[in-house]
Nanobody
Framework: QVQLVESGGGSVQAGGSLRLSCAAS????????MGWFRQGPGKEREGVAG???????RYADSVKGRFTISQDNAKNTLYLQMNGLKIEDTATYYC??????????????????WGRGTQVTVSS
């Protein structure tokens, strides 16, 4: 059973930056996809960014140009660099993984493994 643990959340002012990390308990990157999702208060969980083993990425329109997803296969770790944070980015951010998977995806129903989440709060 793959376990995913997120870290790096916190409170930041609008315009600031944070980098989230997601550590996987075992190597899952062969023919796998990973992704970042978020769920704000009273909102459904939405896909933010996805990546495949070979580095292809996909982003939600709301974060394009501000967020960057990346991975370090040697460390079994996924990252989300968030720049230019906005108040509406406030949410609990979740890491997810699926194997096998061959295209970057943002659909939450396409992932079997989930972390517990890390809170990101952006204030004015």
């Amino acid at each position: 059973q793959v376990q995913l643990v997120e870290s790096g959340g916190g409170s930041v002012q609008a315009g600031g930056s944070l980098r989230l990390s997601c550590a996987a308990s075992e190597y899952i990157y062969s023919s796998a996809c990973m992704g970042w999702f978020r769920q704000g208060p009273g909102k459904e969980r939405e896909g933010v960014a996805g990546i495949t083993t070979d580095g292809r990425t996909r982003y939600a329109d709301s974060v394009k140009g501000r967020f960057t997803i990346s991975q370090d296969n040697a460390k079994n770790t996924l990252y989300l660099q968030m720049n230019g944070l906005k108040i509406e980015d406030t949410a609990t951010y979740y890491c997810a993984a699926e194997n096998p998977c061959y295209e970057p995806r943002l659909n939450r129903w396409g992932f079997s493994y989930w972390g517990r989440g890390t809170q990101v709060t952006v204030s004015s």
